[in-house]
């Protein structure tokens, strides 16, 4: 039975029964909730909650759980993300399975409070220093994110990698009727600290990059190979096709089968993985495609780069790549079929 | 024998030589793999009091009972 | 007749450290406590940035090299979801003190059960000698080629009797490396640190004095006696808080 629930809160509880045992971070808001309700929830089952005194401190908290193999998390948004990019490419580095929720809100240094999609870039390029990626799942419902939640921790566990959830504000706050999953039980990774050295380490002055960088490009082609998410609706036969994920995914698919019934030959393309992004989902369009249409909320586009690359993986025809960008907020229905109509009239130019 | 001397892992630092209550250790002419010249402990001056494990900074020294 | 001494294995390694640096003597008396207290099979290192790093090719135990500054976060993190392991920061005074200074205070300030050992050589060894925050006034670094001004970058921080005054803390001690008595009571400074973690009192702390002889521009016996006779007049030598005198 369904039960209405706030994005963090389900988000929250759904870590828990992914068998989550250490959260530290900082309050920031639109996340905060997720740090509030582990709090008192952790503790109930045993596990390890640590207000920690900065993001950074979190992360590296974090850094600590996950050596010693246990499923750890954190949380945060905007700036609180910004800090915690060291401790994320300390965590590839070393080859440490974690997840970070980013609750992404708009803005550029503090920012705003506003729900966005503006950290797409360092989400799925990997921010911190060093050449790294990470998986980044992006849920348009919150139903959807508490089942990422679980999926999450197996692919970083799977590759060691770290996992981020990219959330947005409103999907934070907002309630949904929510079907929460079953427990699982936790675990503790083979390869934790146990303090028995059971996990062997090389001299940190005796690494071989050369060496390393082989693995690293094999792993990451596999994820790229093997972990593609998307949905798409309508593309085999489209004459347009919409880019969105998110929340705004959720409401250009409302306006591609507005636009389907009102004659228009469109289709969806919805990512579920930002990171590595669904180019697969390319193959599928229409060959006489005329363009393909990113819905992002963010200011300047930046989804659009990654659809432009992937339509000419797929194309040898040059098709341009749109980007509708509504900078904050999810954008109505009216405002995408609206725009798009401004697309087919030539008032908005493509980027690509 | 009372002392034995890893000289791989000397450094020449002299620490053992200054703390050395018995004047037991110097260093030889002859360096070694890193191209410190390393130490030798006179054994019928050494007493295997210690000193030159607890100073020696690189684990040169093992004491023997 | 003698008494048998011998490197503890999990530290019977060749390490990359200067001639006559202290560390090599300090990391190995951290491992004969671990040894004597039957815990050398049960420890975990969060190794800072710096001279410090150079444990990573020495110590044959579970470690993990953090972040510049970060290892008392990092060792919170272990010390919470393992909480029967030993959890060791080895860090440098630019590690802990400078970069790490939050988290070195917050790790304090929350009495985390886990032990702080800080090797206290008044610069940054492992970049070539700058001023560190613990540089002595008038010492002449790279990055402070006239001498320390106080005045303009504050006074050296004496971090283990900040903690001991201000936090309830369960033990806080410095000591040095600069003689063969100095080194015995490092040793059981250490110790006293580690019982007080096996014992679940709350955080330890033992900042060591340590000769940095190549940057300090010194032979290591004058860079010992440098030690002795300036730095222990400013960073005194003793036990700032000691649990057996807490309730």
Same mark, same amino acid.
């Given at each position: 039975?369904?039960?209405?629930?706030?994005?963090?809160?389900?988000?929250?509880?759904?870590?828990?029964?992914?068998?989550?045992?250490?959260?530290?971070?900082?309050?920031?808001?639109?996340s905060?909730?997720?740090?509030?309700?582990?709090?008192?929830?952790?503790?109930?089952?045993?596990?390890?909650?640590?207000?920690?005194?900065?993001?950074?401190?979190?992360?590296?908290?974090?850094?600590?759980?996950?050596?010693?193999?246990?499923?750890?998390?954190?949380?945060?948004?905007?700036p609180?993300?910004?800090?915690?990019?060291?401790?994320?490419?300390?965590?590839?580095?070393?080859e440490?399975?974690?997840?970070?929720?980013?609750?992404?809100?708009?803005?550029?240094?503090l920012?705003?409070?506003?729900?966005?999609?503006?950290?797409?870039?360092?989400?799925?390029?990997?921010?911190?220093n060093?050449?790294?990626?990470?998986?980044?799942?992006?849920?348009?419902?919150?139903?959807?994110?508490?089942?990422?939640?679980?999926?999450?921790?197996?692919?970083?566990?799977?590759?060691?990698? %770290?996992?981020? #959830?990219?959330? @947005? &504000?409103?999907?934070?706050?907002?309630?949904? $009727?929510?079907?929460l999953?079953? *427990?699982? =039980?936790?675990?503790?990774?083979?390869?934790?600290?146990?303090?028995?050295?059971?996990?062997?380490?090389?001299?940190?002055?005796?690494?071989?990059?050369?060496?390393?960088?082989?693995?690293?490009?094999?792993?990451?082609?596999?994820?790229?190979?093997?972990?593609?998410?998307?949905?798409?609706?309508?593309?085999?036969?489209?004459?347009?096709v919409?880019?969105?994920?998110?929340?705004?995914?959720?409401?250009?698919?409302?306006? %591609?089968?507005? #636009?389907?019934? @009102? &004659?228009?030959?469109?289709g969806?393309?919805? $990512?579920?993985?930002?990171?590595? *992004?669904? =180019?697969?989902?390319?193959?599928?369009?229409?060959?006489?495609?005329?363009?393909?249409?990113?819905?992002?909320?963010?200011?300047?586009g930046?989804?659009?780069?990654?659809?432009?690359?992937?339509?000419?993986?797929?194309?040898?025809?040059?098709?341009?790549?749109?980007?509708?960008?509504?900078?904050?907020?999810?954008?109505?229905?009216?405002?995408?079929?609206?725009?798009?109509?401004?697309?087919?009239?030539?008032?908005?130019?493509?980027?690509? | 024998?009372?002392?034995?001397?890893?000289?791989?892992?000397?450094?020449?630092?002299?620490?053992?030589?200054?703390?050395?209550?018995?004047?037991?250790?110097?260093?030889?002419?002859?360096?070694?793999?890193?191209?410190?010249?390393?130490?030798?402990?006179?054994?019928?001056?050494?007493?295997?009091?210690?000193?030159?494990?607890?100073?020696?900074?690189?684990?040169?020294?093992?004491?023997?009972? | 007749?003698?008494?048998?001494?011998?490197?503890?294995?999990?530290?019977?390694?060749?390490?990359?450290?200067?001639?006559?640096?202290?560390?090599?003597?300090?990391?190995?008396?951290?491992?004969?406590?671990?040894?004597?207290?039957g815990?050398?099979?049960?420890?975990?290192?969060?190794?800072?940035?710096?001279?410090?790093?150079?444990?990573?090719?020495g110590?044959?135990?579970?470690?993990?090299?953090?972040?510049?500054?970060?290892?008392?976060?990092?060792?919170t993190?272990?010390?919470?979801?393992?909480?029967?392991?030993?959890?060791?920061?080895?860090?440098?005074?630019?590690?802990?003190?400078?970069?790490?200074?939050?988290?070195?205070?917050?790790?304090?300030?929350?009495?985390?059960?886990?032990?702080?050992?800080?090797?206290?050589?008044?610069?940054?060894?492992?970049?070539?000698?700058?001023?560190?925050?613990?540089?002595?006034e008038?010492?002449?670094?790279?990055?402070?080629?006239?001498?320390?001004?106080?005045?303009?970058?504050?006074?050296?921080?004496?971090?283990?009797?900040?903690?001991?005054?201000?936090?309830?803390?369960?033990?806080?001690?410095?000591g040095?490396?600069?003689?063969?008595?100095?080194?015995?009571?490092?040793?059981?400074?250490?110790?006293n640190?580690?019982?007080?973690?096996?014992?679940?009192?709350?955080?330890?702390?033992?900042?060591?004095?340590?000769?940095?002889?190549?940057?300090?521009?010194?032979?290591?016996?004058?860079?010992?006696?440098?030690?002795?006779?300036?730095?222990?007049?400013?960073?005194?030598?003793?036990?700032?808080?000691d649990?057996?005198?807490?309730?």
């Amino acid at each position: 039975m369904a039960e209405m629930m706030k994005g963090n809160i389900a988000i929250a509880e759904a870590a828990v029964r992914a068998g989550v045992r250490l959260y530290a971070g900082y309050p920031i808001t639109p996340s905060t909730e997720i740090m509030e309700y582990l709090s008192g929830r952790l503790p109930e089952v045993g596990g390890a909650f640590i207000q920690a005194e900065s993001e950074l401190a979190g992360i590296n908290m974090v850094i600590g759980g996950a050596s010693c193999g246990v499923r750890a998390l954190t949380a945060s948004s905007g700036p609180g993300i910004s800090l915690k990019q060291e401790g994320i490419s300390i965590l590839s580095d070393e080859e440490l399975s974690a997840v970070v929720i980013n609750v992404v809100r708009y803005g550029n240094g503090l920012g705003t409070l506003y729900s966005s999609q503006c950290d797409y870039n360092r989400e799925t390029r990997g921010g911190g220093n060093g050449d790294y990626r990470c998986i980044v799942l992006c849920p348009s419902s919150i139903q959807e994110a508490v089942e990422q939640i679980s999926l999450a921790y197996e692919l970083a566990e799977k590759y060691r990698v %770290v996992s981020v #959830l990219m959330t @947005e &504000g409103a999907l934070g706050q907002m309630m949904e $009727p929510v079907d929460l999953p079953d *427990f699982v =039980e936790p675990k503790r990774n083979p390869w934790g600290f146990d303090g028995k050295y059971t996990y062997k380490k090389i001299g940190i002055f005796d690494r071989d990059s050369m060496k390393e960088s082989v693995l690293l490009k094999e792993k990451y082609a596999a994820i790229k190979e093997n972990e593609q998410r998307w949905e798409s609706e309508g593309v085999e036969d489209a004459d347009y096709v919409f880019v969105s994920y998110g929340l705004p995914g959720r409401s250009t698919l409302g306006a %591609v089968r507005q #636009l389907r019934d @009102e &004659g228009f030959r469109v289709g969806l393309i919805r $990512p579920i993985t930002a990171w590595p *992004f669904p =180019e697969k989902a390319f193959a599928e369009i229409n060959p006489g495609v005329k363009g393909i249409i990113t819905v992002e909320a963010n200011a300047t586009g930046q989804l659009v780069d990654d659809a432009a690359l992937a339509i000419k993986k797929n194309s040898s025809a040059n098709i341009p790549a749109y980007a509708l960008t509504y900078v904050y907020g999810v954008p109505p229905i009216k405002s995408i079929k609206a725009d798009f109509k401004k697309i087919l009239n030539g008032e908005i130019r493509e980027v690509y | 024998m009372k002392v034995n001397v890893n000289e791989s892992r000397c450094k020449e630092c002299g620490l053992c030589i200054a703390h050395c209550p018995k004047e037991a250790i110097y260093l030889r002419s002859e360096v070694n793999s890193k191209g410190y010249r390393t130490v030798v402990v006179r054994e019928d001056k050494c007493i295997g009091c210690g000193m030159c494990y607890l100073t020696c900074p690189d684990g040169v020294y093992q004491i023997l009972a | 007749m003698a008494v048998e001494r011998k490197v503890p294995s999990i530290i019977d390694n060749p390490m990359n450290f200067c001639p006559g640096c202290g560390h090599g003597i300090i990391i190995r008396l951290i491992c004969e406590c671990l040894e004597e207290l039957g815990q050398d099979q049960n420890v975990i290192f969060a190794i800072g940035v710096g001279c410090s790093s150079n444990l990573g090719g020495g110590l044959v135990t579970d470690r993990l090299h953090c972040a510049h500054g970060r290892a008392g976060a990092v060792a919170t993190g272990m010390k919470r979801v393992n909480p029967d392991n030993m959890v060791i920061t080895y860090q440098g005074d630019g590690d802990a003190y400078s970069i790490g200074i939050a988290e070195s205070f917050n790790a304090a300030y929350r009495n985390e059960n886990i032990t702080v050992i800080t090797v206290n050589n008044t610069n940054f060894g492992m970049t070539g000698g700058q001023m560190s925050w613990t540089t002595m006034e008038g010492q002449k670094t790279t990055t402070s080629p006239h001498g320390r001004d106080c005045a303009v970058t504050g006074y050296p921080i004496r971090f283990p009797e900040l903690v001991a005054n201000e936090f309830r803390v369960a033990y806080a001690a410095r000591g040095s490396v600069s003689s063969p008595a100095r080194i015995n009571a490092l040793k059981g400074y250490i110790k006293n640190a580690l019982e007080a973690q096996i014992n679940k009192e709350g955080y330890s702390i033992v900042e060591v004095l340590s000769p940095c002889a190549v940057n300090w521009g010194m032979t290591p016996e004058e860079a010992m006696t440098h030690i002795e006779e300036d730095l222990t007049q400013y960073f005194p030598i003793g036990v700032f808080q000691d649990r057996r005198n807490q309730e």
